[in-house]
């Protein structure tokens, strides 16, 4: 009788099961045990929790995407801005401004366009503001005479039709 062998060669450790005898079961050592119920929860309970945390956190991010929609449908897309350096102007006498500017850009306009002439911007304001009186900028119309200066240093030193309107974030007259 041939023996039986493998493609490497080798006879099996243990003859097949015969299948006219019914004996199924493997020869080759004890039946693994079944999982404990309290470590099968345990696995069940994370995975389930590990779920609901990536829901909540959809829910969220789907949450706030909607509100930014809302926000932009009432009040337009958000304003392209180019925020200047802050800058200290000294005024006649001992006194000095000292404020925080955001101009808004175009739409087509990069704020790399703008920036790249913020020193020349800076001294353009320089010349203009620090010739001004402390009481033209402490009293009314103070913002109004500071943004048609900022417009006309950015116009000229940057080139026209660059901004749109002038945010003034901080103005301090020290």
């Known amino acids: 009788m041939a023996t039986r062998r493998t493609l490497h060669g080798t006879p099996f450790p243990t003859p097949p099961p015969d299948p006219l005898r019914g004996d199924l079961t493997p020869r080759h050592g004890p039946a693994p045990e079944p999982a404990h119920p309290t ?13 609901a945390g990536l829901a909540y956190g959809g829910v969220a991010a789907v949450d706030r995407m909607l509100d930014q929609r809302r926000i932009e449908a009432r009040m337009g897309p958000k304003p392209n ?8 102007l000294p005024l006649a006498g001992s006194r000095a401004v000292e404020m925080q500017v955001s101009l808004v850009l175009a739409p087509t306009v990069e704020a790399d366009r703008v920036l790249r002439y913020q ?5 353009r304001l320089f010349q203009t503001v620090s010739r001004a009186d402390g009481e033209t900028l402490t009293g009314p ?14 116009n000229r ?3 026209t039709g660059l901004i749109r309107d002038i945010y003034i974030e901080r103005m301090v007259v020290k």
């Open 119 to 123: 020193d020349r911007i800076a001294d």
């Open 141 to 154: 119309g103070s913002a109004d005479f500071l943004k048609a200066r900022i417009k006309d240093a950015v």
């Open 157 to 159: 030193e940057a080139g």
């Open 39 to 51: 470590r099968l929860l345990i696995i069940v309970l994370a995975a389930l929790f590990t779920l």
């Open 81 to 88: 801005l180019a925020r200047l350096p802050a800058l200290e």
